[in-house]
Antibody
């Protein structure tokens, strides 16, 4: 069974940092691109970042570019999202999801998704 | 404001058919596949339709997707109480080199 388990969320002050992790099992992690999507309270889904199977190619939403870094450790079957210079508007549940292909392309879809980890940016 | 426009809400009685639209002001829908995600309360989002009209294994055939020009739609036939939740369309934007989601449609079963 494919499983994705996010961790690392919490309460952080504005300007602070957090590293989110997504531990996966049940599939060959190194063969698939991966994605982070977030949902702010009362808002819809928002794509954050994606990474290819090798980690060589990364893509970011304009809202997080320069502040967030997506990475992966294929030896540990783990996806990461390093978040820095956090703002109140970054408060959200962060979901990791498995792409359907090894590269980041529009032909992909996200399946499955994890249960999410909550990041709260507040002083 | 989302690049993809969805109605904020849709509703129907059990057994009815509900249709959710997803439109774009540019050609991003026409240039790429549209995928639909279901997000039920307290659960992880789940893919409902991929590549415009394909249903993953396990998704009932009550759910169907279509695309024409710069818009796409999701239809739910035989509406059931367990369908209550939020539905999102998504597509790849070549100009942004990133994914865009619609604002979401909350489906209510009356």
């Amino acid at each position: 069974e494919v499983q994705l388990l996010e961790s690392g969320g919490g309460v952080v002050q504005p300007g602070g940092s957090l590293r989110l992790s997504c531990a996966v099992s049940g599939f060959n992690f190194f063969n698939y691109a991966m994605t982070w999507v977030r949902q702010a309270p009362g808002k819809g889904l928002e794509w954050v970042a994606s990474i290819s199977d090798s980690g060589d190619d990364t893509y970011y939403a304009d809202a997080v570019k320069g502040r967030f870094t997506i990475s992966r450790d294929n030896s540990k079957n783990t996806l990461y999202l390093r978040t820095t210079s956090l703002r109140a508007e970054d408060t959200a549940i962060y979901y990791c999801a498995k792409d359907s292909w090894n590269v980041v392309r529009g032909v992909n879809w996200f399946d499955p998704w994890g249960q999410g980890t909550l990041v709260t940016v507040s002083s | 404001q989302s690049v993809l426009t969805q109605p904020p809400s849709a509703s129907g009685t059990p057994g009815q058919r509900v249709t959710i639209s997803c439109s774009a002001g540019s050609s991003i829908i026409g240039d790429n596949y549209v995928h639909w995600y279901q997000h039920l309360p307290g659960t992880a989002p789940k893919v409902l339709i991929y590549r415009n009209d394909q249903r993953p294994f396990g998704v009932p055939d009550r759910f169907s997707g279509s695309k024409s020009g710069t818009s796409a739609s999701l239809a739910i036939s035989g509406l059931r109480s367990e369908d209550e939740g939020d539905y999102y369309c998504a597509t790849w934007d070549d100009g942004l080199s990133g994914w865009v989601f619609g604002g979401g449609t909350k489906v209510t079963v009356l």
